[in-house]
């Protein structure tokens, strides 16, 4: 089973980054009509978000720091945003690296229980399992941001 996680979440990983390759700076920060994010917080969410089911559940520290949960958690939205974000770069590497950070950290431990209940999971592999498809829907509306950025003329 962990051997599955881990391949699934190389896989989704790779086609999220492979969405992005393209894309530019302003591209990633345009918030076309009938969106309240842009390409980058939706990277920035994936990133982070992982992060949270990988090791804040497990009552774990987190790799990443604390200041992009407050740019790119639940409820956030880059109309809020105080300062800069990350560079598209930036979050490219940090989306390279987390998934090594994972298998270094979380081998062997798929049936962790979690410290912090979430919905009706209690172990480590389902939250895995789940976020499997969070960063899937997620990709989803980056593919859906680049088409609605291209048809606006913004690029």
Not at 17 to 22: E, G, K, R, T, Y
Not at 76 to 93: H, I, N, S, V, Y
Not at 101 to 107: M, N
Not at 109 to 136: N, W, Y
Request: a negative charge; proline letters at 5%.
């Amino acid at each position: 089973m962990e051997t599955i996680i881990f391949r699934q979440l190389d896989m989704n990983r790779s086609r999220t980054l492979q969405f992005v390759s393209d894309v530019t700076e302003q591209q990633a920060d345009i918030v076309p009509e009938g969106f309240n994010n842009n390409i980058r917080w939706n990277l920035g969410h994936i990133l982070t978000v992982q992060e949270r089911f990988a090791f804040r559940l497990l009552g774990e520290p987190m790799d990443l720091p604390e200041e992009l949960m407050s740019l790119f958690g639940n409820g956030t939205k880059p109309a809020d945003w105080q300062g800069a974000p990350p560079t598209l770069e930036e979050l490219r590497k940090l989306l390279e690296e987390q998934n090594e950070r994972f298998r270094e950290r979380l081998t062997g431990r798929m049936d962790d229980k979690l410290q912090i209940p979430f919905r009706e999971l209690d172990r480590l592999s389902d939250v895995l399992i789940f976020s499997i498809g969070h960063e899937a829907l997620h990709a989803g509306y980056i593919q859906a941001l680049k088409r609605a950025v291209a048809a606006s003329g913004r690029s």
